[in-house]
């Protein structure tokens, strides 16, 4: 059995209660990133929102396949590439490689599987030819275009009519477009640019048919759950429907479109082409990733979420400190007697209400995901606790278990406290021991071996016992006794 919920659908504009398709599956997709910088705070505030929905939904018995897709190549990462002077795939694959340890620090692994475009191009030629097959795209010179005329539809998701969707009148049009609003497709490659061959000669896809390409081959035509940040709706998300369903002749292309608020700056949305970005890996050092969690379940998914430099994170800091103080005593009381501590049992009435806490926060979620409230929520439990603190350390350990329900439920569904999620400090730990490592191995390979050997005893005395293996160095902790 399958836990109901409600969940805001853009399309339709109503919260409606969520249908699988073929229960208990669902198939969940959320634009992924175009790794062509450092992911910013923004792209964390989308991984989280969607991260808590994957996780409530497994937990309430939902099968997901959560699919989130890696945009490798467009012409950001192109110019990237030209200015870098390095190959724009490898740039790709490099900060997608930064994202998936940001990823892991947060504690946000319930993404199946990151399709990069350029492993889906036989599909996306494919998406490509039947769209022209069937008229709704048209070739020129080796580009292809998808022409909007041909799908009234286009539009319906953002609310807007495609005369007010035209660019300015200053903006140039490519003049190969049958209108200003249609869209590549598929572009003709420009000298030195990566290129496929295609029907069309060699070129590269658009952004848009990377996503239908990919779900149509690892969701289906037709699938249960797309996200994304609100930014996307339009014209990235018109495009997909307009494309899914021009090609497979099959409506709707999902059932639920959610979409999560923007991350703001300085009244903006926090852009790289705005220029008012900050890190996530800098958010990540700054107050870690529980903190960061915090920052953003504690807010609307839905909502503008506005980032104030020196101060929000702070305020998450306090806030998240304070929601934790009543949980890390309670667990400090547990720790020290363990689960058979002899003492008090609870009021049935307390008993009572902790066992059915957790219901209560599944309740609060499975009404479109209102994190915050839910989160207010554990802040009305902790504040109880807190009154009770006295009585605490009277408690058997049965009792203590209980009262941790609530936590236990938020560590599952929101990702706080560091109960299961304490491998995260030795992420960024065990990079630095690489780094110590690696400026062993070139101590070695310069025959430097006085040095290798006093960086090994150093570690050793951290606790590090490193095993030389040819040229390769692997480490473990030092065990009790057993050096
Ligand atoms: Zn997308």
């Known amino acids: 059995m399958v836990r109901p919920f409600r969940v805001y659908d853009t399309l339709s504009g109503q919260v409606r ?3 699988p398709r073929v229960s208990p599956r669902v198939g969940l997709f959320v634009c992924g990133l175009t790794p062509y910088a450092e992911a910013h705070l923004g792209h964390g505030r989308t991984a989280i929102t969607f991260d808590v929905v994957a996780r409530a939904l497994r937990r309430w018995g939902y099968h997901v396949f959560y699919v989130q897709n890696v945009t490798n190549l467009d012409d950001r990462l192109i110019a990237r590439g030209v200015a870098e002077s390095r190959d724009p795939l490898e740039l790709a694959e490099f900060h997608f490689q930064g994202w ?64 007010a969707l035209r660019p300015g009148a ?61 930014d996307l709706k339009f014209p990235h998300h018109e495009a997909e429907i307009a494309q899914a369903e021009g090609a497979s002749g099959k409506k709707p292309l999902v059932n639920y479109w959610m979409h999560g608020g923007i991350l703001q700056m300085r009244g903006e949305k926090m852009a790289k082409s705005v220029g008012n970005v900050v890190g996530l890996d800098d958010g990540l050092r700054k107050v870690g990733p529980d ?48 689960l058979t501590r002899p003492g008090r049992d609870l009021p049935p009435e307390i008993a009572r209400t902790a066992t059915a806490f957790p219901v209560r926060l599944d309740e609060i979620l499975a009404e479109d995901f209102q994190t915050r409230e839910a989160i207010a929520a554990l802040f009305g439990w902790g504040r109880m606790l807190n009154e009770w603190s006295s009585k605490l350390e009277t408690l058997s350990g049965a009792s203590l278990v209980t009262l941790g329900a609530p936590y236990r439920w938020a560590t599952e569904v929101l990702g706080l406290f560091p109960e299961r999620t304490g491998a995260k400090a030795p992420v960024e730990f065990s990079a630095l021991v690489q780094l110590v490592l690696e400026a062993r191995a070139r101590a070695r390979a310069h025959g430097d071996f006085g040095e290798a050997d006093r960086i090994r005893q150093s570690l050793l005395q951290a606790g590090i016992i490193l095993e030389d293996q040819g040229t390769e160095t692997r480490w473990h902790w030092k065990r009790d006794g057993t050096g």
């Open 17 to 19: 209660p969520f249908v």
């Open 100 to 163: 998936l340890r940001s990823m892991e620090q947060l504690d946000a692994r319930g993404v199946n599987l990151y399709p990069f475009a350029t492993d889906y191009l036989p599909e996306i030629i494919d998406q490509v030819s039947s769209l022209v097959a069937r008229g709704f795209a048209y070739a020129v010179e080796g580009d292809v275009f998808y022409e909007v005329a041909k799908f009234p539809a286009y539009g319906r998701l953002s609310g807007q009519r495609v005369e």
């Open 170 to 230: 200053r903006v140039e049009v490519d003049p190969k477009k049958r209108a200003p609003e249609d869209f590549a497709l598929w572009k003709a490659s420009k000298p030195g640019e990566p290129a496929w061959p295609s029907p069309w000669g060699p070129g590269r896809p658009g952004w848009h048919i990377e996503d239908t390409a990919i779900t149509s081959r690892l969701l289906g035509d037709q699938y249960d759950l797309h996200g994304g940040g609100a």
């Open 291 to 338: 903190v960061l969690r915090f920052y953003y379940l504690n807010a609307n998914y839905r909502s503008p979420l506005n980032y104030e430099e020196g101060k929000s994170l702070e305020e998450a800091r306090e806030g998240y400190s304070t929601l934790f103080a009543p949980y890390r005593r309670l667990r400090g009381e547990l720790l020290r007697g363990g």
